[in-house]
């Protein structure tokens, strides 16, 4: 069954995390960070060999001897930088893209990239899901001015990980493969260099001049130069994966769909989790229970039901659709049977009236004039046209005919009897 998972988070200086870091990380490499001189070392986590087994669902022994055993799939599977046009080429080397990243931020609580964690479809296979992630980030970010740095994942290292799902994300089950975006928080100007995430607006009175405040400062406000951060771009994003990957389903044949909405927008009867925060979930990855944690996993539990009661469901009307559908081609042919009956009776019936009419033609016509010929009518002369005429008029009876005749000119002549009459008097006609 397809899930829907797509979370969006900020990597920052003030929580203590770094773009290099987080890019070494979810590419299983070595990235030396120049801003505070840190090597992150992650190789051990992907290698060819590792790679070359992922793909192959199995077990390859390296060099350093090592079994990289994919016969259940997890680890790191691919990476990949996609630049937008004016960005500098060099931005292709991991290494060099992140340091710049961090060297372009002064502040030392200054956020320095964003994550997009996204589940991959388990119905496509690796080369449709590579095709679908590079779509997507095309179109959503890099199109817009960000670098994206990806990297595909083929499992969960904690299942239920990701306890916030209020917006009704589904939690990556540990066999599910999933994807990493790391995307670039300032936009690139046309020569090449780091743009300005915001800038500074100058507030202005009615008369359109600057306002001082008490300090001697110009009343200002910052406006960002992206609209990266707005809440309705991550909506867009969400409803831009579902429809991405919906898109694609239907392209193959696949019946399963995604959908990105709430879950009280989905009409789904779940239970929403609720947010454990940094602490509890630090004690939790420690094998701590907390009480937010707990809670959290009673109401996935529940939560699992009600899925295996929806999927149940699903299934249930699917059968039904099926059913109607076998049921609507069986009637379909029953009716073409019908209507084949049907004109079957229409032509015996148009055949059985032409009879009647030939014998009805024959009988008024003892002479046999030659009118038919093979069983077809067909009229040759004027003359015979003329004597069907004749032949089939039926004669008026007397019965029917109407008893008063037609008035004679001693019904209709003037009187005789008349008396004088003046030159303007008018003549009076009686008809008796």
């Known amino acids: 069954m397809a899930i829907y998972h797509l979370t969006v988070k900020i990597i920052s200086r003030g929580s203590g995390r770094s773009s290099v870091g987080a890019a070494a990380y979810r590419a299983g490499e070595k990235l030396h960070n120049e801003y505070d001189g840190t090597t992150h070392d992650y190789t051990n986590r992907r290698n060819t060999i590792g790679a070359a087994a992922y793909r192959a669902g199995g077990r390859l022994r390296g060099d350093d001897g090592k079994i990289r055993d994919f ?6 599977v691919y990476d990949e930088i996609m630049l937008p046009e004016n960005a500098p080429k060099a931005y292709l080397d991991r290494e060099t893209l992140w340091n710049a990243v961090e060297k372009s931020e002064k502040q030392s609580n200054a956020q320095t990239a964003r994550e997009v964690e996204i589940a991959l479809p388990n119905e496509l296979n690796f080369d449709q899901q590579l095709k679908l992630v590079r779509y997507f980030i095309r179109q959503n970010f890099v199109n817009e001015g960000m670098i994206a740095d990806f990297s595909f994942h083929s499992g969960h290292k904690d299942v239920g990980h ?8 589904d939690p990556i089950p540990k066999d599910n493969p999933h994807v990493h975006i790391l995307l670039t928080v300032r936009p690139i100007n046309d020569d090449g260099t780091w743009g300005a995430k915001s800038k500074k607006e100058y507030i ?63 009409g789904i009867d ?12 630090q004690m939790e990855k420690r094998g701590i229970s907390s009480e937010r944690g707990q809670e959290n996993r009673e109401i996935l539990q529940e939560n699992l039901e009600l899925i295996r009661i929806d999927n149940m469901l699903k299934e249930l009307e699917r059968v039904r659709q099926r059913i109607l559908a076998e049921a609507n081609k069986e009637f379909e042919k029953k009716m073409a049977e019908v209507t084949r009956e049907e004109q079957q009776i229409q032509r015996e019936f148009t055949a059985e009236l032409d009879r009647m009419w030939e014998q009805q033609v024959l009988s008024a016509n003892p002479n046999n004039i030659g009118i038919f ?30 008893d008063r005749e037609r008035p004679s000119y001693e019904d209709i002549r003037p009187s005789r009897e008349r008396p004088e009459r003046g030159r303007d008097e008018k003549v009076f006609v009686r008809v008796r």
């Not at 016969?71 to 790191?76: D, R």
């Not at 779940?270 to 979930?281: F, L, S």
Request: charged share 35%; hydrophobic share 30%; aromatic share 6%.
């Open 71 to 76: 016969s259940v799939k997890s680890g790191i």
């Open 162 to 169: 990701n306890y916030e799902m209020e917006l009704g994300d």
């Open 204 to 266: 202005l009175d009615r008369n359109g001049n600057r306002i001082r405040t008490k300090s001697g400062e110009w009343k200002s406000r910052k406006v960002n130069a992206t609209n990266w951060d707005d809440v309705g771009t991550l909506l867009k994003w969400r409803e831009s994966w579902a429809k991405s990957v919906n898109m694609v389903f239907e392209h193959f044949g696949i019946d399963e769909r995604i959908d990105h909405r709430t879950l009280k927008a989905q």
């Open 270 to 281: 779940r239970v929403p989790t609720v947010h454990i925060g940094v602490a509890a979930k």
């Open 373 to 402: 010929d093979s069983g077809e009518r067909s009229i040759d002369s004027k003359n015979e046209r003329q004597s069907i005429r004749t032949a089939l008029r039926r004669p008026r009876p007397e019965n029917e005919r109407p």
